[in-house]
């Protein structure tokens, strides 16, 4: 069906969007002050594939995780789907891109066609292996560079960091992965045999890392230990190359979970539909500020009408300057990207809401209401899910909040009770946002705070898999590098 044509929407209140914001801004500037002492949490998903509903859930995100081809941009590629099902019994699925033209749109949309389509040719592992590859090439790309550099790092802070006994082990480790991966990192992206040549010698280095010996779950338990104790330590460098190890491998991962839903839901591969929804228009910069909002006692003191509250916040304010907090805001608003969107995984749900059959279970495969997407869900998407309350299900929330957000449009046939329920959303949102300062600034809770928005650790399976059949596995899925299969 290709594109879906968006209505002219209601705009918001120039008052109400700059309101929105200044919680926001001061949220991200105490966060980014205060990293230090900032939180981490790890994001592991487990899924039992023995549960329908559990396994539909884990494909609808990894169809959605190889269409996230491009690393930084803001997030520019980071996708959702939802799978719909039509009258007639048609499979219709639905994606949305946080920012992306309409040829990009579109070249999606086309890498999703052929995908689904091998997939339901049950085509060999091989064979959708080096279709998600290719498609993913630049994002690869970055990922190994992240690779070697960590790498070489960790070599060197082997002295420091490891007691003896272990040092040797991981040492070895390092040295053999260091010797089949490509210099400084860089692999071609102009021939696609020449790519996948160089990802199966990546993909062979990393499968020793996935073998689970001694000197990997080291590694492993030491990066853990490092997050948990905060951010920007000099021995980032550990959890650094376990995050790159680990997305780069999420694709071969991600070809077993194609397989599986196939040999479970072989309708999803048979007469289907793919449409998307054109990106949101971001706000421009005017309409979001306003110098008054680059001093936070006076965002605080708008943030509640309690006269105690004032003076009480007031002096913890002062405090926090010693974090340079009002250049932090100034620098937040400033910032040339600061054009605040609508997330895919948002966008989906608004286009959903303000359609026939809304949030009905009828209208979702399975009756199984969920958006996947491409990474965990953001800290604003997740209350608005919550405080939407549709019944709609999402991915675990990373808990890092991006002020570059903003509510899904309301199309103009929606009228006024659109535009009512919007600005209910709109004020339990930055209710929960307002209580999140008051929290870090009266020291109730530190501040939340993921290195990356995507998982280390990605979906893990719960039928028999042997990790030390990995290189040969790799060798098998690669192959000859037949490209015409």
């Given at each position: 069906?290709?594109?879906?044509?968006?209505?002219e929407?209601?705009?918001?209140?120039?008052?109400?969007?700059k309101?929105?914001?200044?919680?926001?801004?001061?949220?991200?500037?105490?966060?980014?002050?205060?990293?230090?002492?900032?939180?981490?949490?790890?994001?592991?998903e487990?899924?039992?594939?023995?549960?329908?509903?559990?396994?539909?859930?884990?494909?609808?995100?990894?169809?959605?995780y190889?269409?996230?081809?491009?690393?930084?941009?803001?997030?520019?590629?980071?996708?959702?789907?939802?799978?719909?099902?039509?009258?007639?019994?048609?499979?219709?699925?639905?994606?949305?891109?946080?920012?992306?033209?309409?040829?990009?749109?579109?070249?999606?949309?086309?890498?999703?066609?052929?995908?689904?389509?091998?997939?339901g040719?049950?085509?060999?592992?091989?064979?959708?292996?080096?279709?998600?590859?290719?498609?993913?090439?630049?994002?690869?790309?970055?990922?190994?560079?992240?690779?070697?550099?960590?790498?070489?790092?960790c070599?060197?802070?082997?002295?420091?960091?490891?007691?003896?006994?272990?040092?040797?082990?991981?040492?070895?480790?390092?040295?053999?992965?260091?010797r089949?991966?490509?210099d400084?990192?860089?692999i071609?992206?102009?021939?696609?045999?020449?790519?996948?040549?160089?990802c199966?010698t990546?993909?062979?280095?990393?499968?020793?890392f996935?073998?689970?010996?001694?000197?990997?779950?080291?590694?492993?338990?030491?990066?853990?230990?490092?997050?948990?104790?905060?951010?920007?330590?000099?021995?980032?460098?550990?959890?650094?190359?376990?995050?790159?190890?680990?997305?780069?491998?999420?694709?071969?991962?991600?070809?077993?979970?194609?397989?599986?839903?196939?040999?479970?839901?072989?309708?999803?591969?048979?007469?289907?539909?793919?449409?998307?929804?054109?990106?949101?228009?971001?706000?421009?910069?005017?309409?979001?500020?306003?110098?008054?909002?680059?001093?936070?006692?006076?965002?605080?003191?708008?943030?509640?009408?309690?006269?105690?509250?004032?003076?009480?916040?007031?002096?913890?304010?002062?405090?926090?300057?010693?974090?340079?907090?009002?250049?932090?805001?100034?620098?937040?608003?400033?910032?040339?990207?600061?054009?605040?969107?609508?997330?895919?995984?948002?966008?989906?749900?608004?286009?959903?809401?303000?359609?026939?059959?809304?949030?009905?279970?009828?209208?979702f495969?399975?009756?199984?209401?969920?958006?996947?997407?491409?990474k965990?869900?953001?800290?604003?998407?997740?209350?608005?899910?919550?405080?939407?309350?549709?019944?709609?299900?999402?991915?675990?929330?990373?808990?890092?909040?991006?002020?570059?957000?903003?509510?899904?449009?309301?199309?103009?046939s929606?009228?006024?009770?659109?535009?009512?329920?919007?600005?209910v959303?709109?004020?339990?949102?930055?209710?929960?946002?307002?209580?999140?300062?008051?929290?870090?600034?009266?020291?109730?809770?530190?501040?939340?705070?993921?290195?990356h928005?995507?998982?280390?650790?990605?979906?893990?399976?719960?039928?028999?898999?042997?990790?030390?059949?990995?290189?040969?596995?790799?060798?098998?899925?690669?192959?000859?590098?037949?490209?015409?299969?």
């Amino acid at each position: 069906m290709g594109v879906i044509p968006l209505e002219e929407t209601i705009p918001m209140r120039p008052k109400d969007i700059k309101k929105f914001y200044e919680p926001m801004v001061l949220v991200k500037a105490l966060t980014m002050g205060m990293l230090a002492t900032a939180t981490h949490s790890d994001l592991e998903e487990d899924w039992d594939l023995n549960d329908p509903k559990q396994l539909f859930e884990a494909f609808v995100n990894k169809l959605c995780y190889v269409c996230d081809n491009k690393k930084g941009d803001g997030g520019a590629t980071i996708t959702s789907f939802v799978v719909l099902q039509l009258d007639d019994d048609t499979i219709q699925y639905v994606f949305a891109c946080n920012q992306q033209t309409l040829s990009q749109l579109q070249a999606t949309e086309g890498f999703v066609k052929h995908l689904l389509e091998l997939i339901g040719s049950d085509a060999r592992r091989k064979v959708l292996l080096h279709l998600v590859l290719w498609n993913n090439r630049k994002r690869i790309r970055l990922l190994l560079q992240d690779l070697v550099r960590e790498t070489s790092k960790c070599l060197t802070r082997c002295s420091d960091d490891l007691e003896i006994a272990k040092r040797e082990s991981v040492q070895g480790l390092l040295h053999d992965m260091i010797r089949m991966l490509p210099d400084d990192g860089q692999i071609s992206i102009d021939d696609r045999t020449d790519y996948l040549s160089g990802c199966v010698t990546m993909m062979k280095a990393l499968g020793k890392f996935e073998q689970q010996s001694p000197a990997s779950e080291t590694i492993t338990h030491m990066s853990r230990d490092i997050r948990a104790r905060g951010h920007n330590s000099s021995d980032d460098c550990w959890p650094e190359m376990l995050h790159a190890v680990k997305r780069i491998l999420a694709y071969q991962s991600s070809i077993e979970f194609f397989k599986e839903a196939h040999a479970a839901f072989p309708e999803l591969f048979e007469g289907f539909e793919i449409s998307f929804l054109p990106s949101s228009t971001p706000l421009p910069k005017g309409e979001i500020c306003r110098v008054k909002s680059y001093q936070a006692e006076g965002i605080v003191n708008r943030m509640t009408r309690k006269v105690e509250y004032h003076e009480k916040f007031k002096q913890l304010v002062k405090n926090l300057q010693a974090f340079d907090l009002d250049q932090r805001i100034q620098a937040e608003y400033e910032k040339a990207s600061f054009r605040p969107i609508v997330h895919s995984e948002a966008h989906l749900h608004g286009w959903l809401g303000n359609t026939p059959g809304g949030f009905s279970e009828s209208r979702f495969f399975g009756g199984w209401r969920y958006i996947g997407s491409s990474k965990p869900t953001c800290k604003l998407c997740h209350y608005y899910f919550q405080e939407h309350g549709s019944g709609v299900g999402h991915r675990i929330c990373h808990s890092n909040l991006y002020p570059c957000w903003r509510l899904p449009d309301v199309p103009v046939s929606a009228g006024t009770a659109g535009e009512q329920d919007r600005q209910v959303i709109y004020q339990r949102i930055i209710d929960r946002v307002r209580k999140d300062a008051f929290d870090i600034i009266g020291k109730k809770a530190a501040p939340k705070y993921r290195m990356h928005d995507s998982n280390t650790f990605s979906a893990r399976m719960t039928f028999v898999y042997d990790p030390s059949t990995t290189v040969s596995d790799v060798s098998s899925l690669l192959g000859d590098l037949d490209i015409n299969e």
